[in-house]
């Protein structure tokens, strides 16, 4: 498993100064450069990508595209394996964005990704 622990980079710091975890902020700043050199170049020159993402990733860069304010990211929940299109204008704005397949589905799926934790 990956650890951010044995990462040589972090040799210097002591085990309980490195989060086991990534807050949505640091993700955000993570994603966005990553769509913004690499992501956004590819779609310009008129390639269709497809991205593969998990959890903090797809909500740093959904909060990104839809201009999504702090407070208001929390109610964003993106269900687990459920393709999420998102339909560009030429300055890569959201014209539209939705899940492929059955909508309840999705939806039924984004409920359980909000109940997470709340047992």
């Given at each position: 498993p990956r650890s951010e622990r044995s990462d040589r980079r972090y040799a210097g710091l002591q085990p309980?100064?490195?989060?086991?975890?990534?807050?949505l902020k640091d993700t955000v700043a993570r994603v966005v450069?990553?769509?913004?050199?690499?992501?956004?170049?590819?779609?310009?020159?008129?390639?269709r990508i497809v991205l593969a993402a998990h959890g903090n990733?797809?909500?740093?860069?959904v909060k990104y595209l839809d201009n999504i304010a702090d407070d208001a990211?929390?109610?964003?929940n993106i269900p687990n394996g459920i393709p999420l299109v998102y339909e560009l204008d030429a300055q890569?704005?959201?014209?539209?964005?939705y899940y492929l397949g059955d909508a309840e589905?999705?939806?039924?799926?984004?409920?359980?990704?909000a109940a997470q934790g709340k047992a």
């Open positions: 309980e100064q490195i989060p086991l975890t990534e807050c450069p990553f769509w913004t050199e690499t992501l956004a170049p590819q779609i310009q020159s008129g390639k990733s797809i909500r740093a860069l990211i929390v109610g964003v890569l704005k959201p014209i539209r964005s589905a999705a939806a039924k799926a984004a409920a359980a990704v």
